[in-house]
């Protein structure tokens, strides 16, 4: 790796610029477990390691910028939250955070089911031998081809997400001569955000049916009318990086409700109720996630109090976890290439990825946390904005960060918690190519993902 000087970084005098970070680590080199997979460390010279393997062993052999996945992270986080739910529950890992045939293979080997809402997804999860009867379809826009697929193919559940699609899945079961269990997804009037919850009457966004003004109580009416549908439950998420538990609460409260009415209207208890995903990861070390058993105490009692109240014998919860499982376990490596140092401000550190594979800060305003690994260093900290390589100022990958200043191009970056939302969200902006997956364990890395080529890119442009 080459070295090469460059003026020194600008000093964090007495006023820093304006950004979201507090005082700078007393070791740069420390590694806050929260944020990092597991099996990560840093070897005898600094360099980090992860399932056995160094990130400068993993930029020789796979390139940069790469997203590294901790394989052994990835199963114990999927085996601890089956083990919290047991088995009277169901955990239904979220296909759209992270989707490749080795992760349902493992998903399958852990004893999780799966969450998919397109075609591509299904045909993946299909494609490496998650059986049928434990996916779960989502979306707000199903296709009629897409549906036809589910179908045939033996899904365990649709969720309706829409009047036109209850009649619509009912039809195409009907014609496939099959009975359907479906879920009907409905919007309770909570929005959940990281460490705040709002609870509303009315719910102003794209998924799902309102509960308010009996919306929801009419489609079951006409679910429970309709032969090709087996209506098992419902359905209700209420958003995402979600820490504090009382928005589940209002939830449950309101979806156990519906479940009281349509006892009382239709004398059916429905016996299944999905409480969706959305559960928070410390992507920086201000975030405090709670441990899958915590939750899943949390969820069961809030469920079990109310329909004690209710009088209803307990349904069977499923969640719906995506980022929690796969998040953490992954980092994405990059080198960086030019370091630019703003008197004053702060120091621009290009890598050379950026918005192509990690759209989140650009979209959410996302906080990352990110680490020198090809090395250690004492040197003193610099106050610095990791950015892209893209032709778009918002290409920005960490927004505030400290870093040692005497960081140089060659050096290797590494942003922990990219395992969700990160490569599934990835485009071809500017053609650059989408890097690949490397999954590493026990002293061994294999690409599970391959990096894209110009050759891929130029096989779609048909000319
Ligand atoms: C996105 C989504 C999830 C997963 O959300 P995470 O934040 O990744 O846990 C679960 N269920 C539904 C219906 C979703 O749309």
């Given amino acids: 790796m080459s070295r090469s000087a460059h003026p020194a970084g600008p000093r964090h005098a007495d006023v820093l610029p304006e950004g979201h970070y507090s005082a700078p680590p007393a070791d740069l080199n420390a590694l806050d477990r929260k944020v990092w997979a597991q099996t990560v460390g840093r070897d005898g010279d600094g360099v980090l390691t992860v ?48 989707l490749s045939r080795a992760v349902v293979r493992w998903l399958n080997e852990e004893g999780l089911n799966l969450d998919v809402c397109s075609g591509g997804e299904l045909a993946t999860a299909l494609s490496a031998g998650m059986p049928a009867e434990r996916i779960a379809f989502h979306g707000n826009n199903k296709s009629v081809e897409e549906i036809h697929r589910a179908v045939s193919a033996g899904v365990g559940r649709i969720v309706l997400d829409s009047f036109q699609e209850i009649v619509r899945v009912a039809h195409i079961a009907q014609s496939l001569g099959r009975r359907q269990p479906v879920q009907i997804r409905i919007t309770v009037g909570v929005e959940a955000h990281t ?13 799902g049916i309102p509960l308010a003004g009996g919306q929801a109580a009419e489609a079951v009416r006409r679910a429970l009318q309709l032969d090709g549908l087996e209506l098992i439950g419902i359905h209700s998420h209420i958003g995402s990086q979600i820490f504090d538990m009382s928005g589940f609460e209002v939830a449950a409260h309101r979806v156990v409700g519906l479940l009281r009415d349509v006892r009382d209207e239709h004398g059916v208890e429905l016996p299944e109720i999905d409480l969706g995903g959305g559960l928070g990861i410390a992507y920086t070390s201000d975030d405090d996630p709670r441990e899958p058993h ?8 809030i469920v079990t109090r109310e329909c004690e109240a209710a009088r209803l014998r307990t349904p069977r919860i499923s969640v719906e976890p995506g980022r929690a499982i796969v998040g953490p376990t992954a980092f994405t490596l990059y080198e960086v290439g030019t370091v630019k140092p703003l008197d004053g401000l702060r120091t621009y550190v290009s890598v050379d990825g950026g918005m192509s594979d990690n759209i989140r800060t650009a979209l959410y305003d996302a906080e990352y946390s990110v680490a020198l690994v090809s090395r250690a260093s004492d040197a003193e900290p610099m106050l610095a904005r990791v950015v892209g390589k893209h032709c778009e100022s918002g290409d920005i990958v960490v927004k505030d960060a400290f870093l040692p200043s005497d960081l140089a191009p060659g050096d290797l970056l590494a942003v922990p918690a990219t395992g969700a939302y990160c490569r599934s969200m990835a485009s071809n902006y500017n053609h650059v190519l989408r890097p690949p997956v490397v999954a590493v364990r026990d002293g061994e890395a294999r690409v599970i993902v391959r990096r894209e080529t110009e050759e891929d890119l130029l096989r779609l442009d048909v000319g």
């Fill in 51 to 98: 399932g056995g393997v160094s990130v400068t062993r993993l930029a020789e052999e796979f390139g940069t910028p790469a997203y590294v996945l901790d394989e052994d992270d990835f199963r114990a986080r999927a085996r601890a939250w089956r083990t919290a739910f047991g088995p009277d529950a169901d955990v239904f890992y979220a296909g759209k955070a992270f």
């Fill in 195 to 207: 460490h705040e919850f709002i609870a509303t009457a009315h719910e102003d966004q794209k998924f």
């Fill in 294 to 301: 915590e939750i899943a105490k949390a969820l069961t009692e």
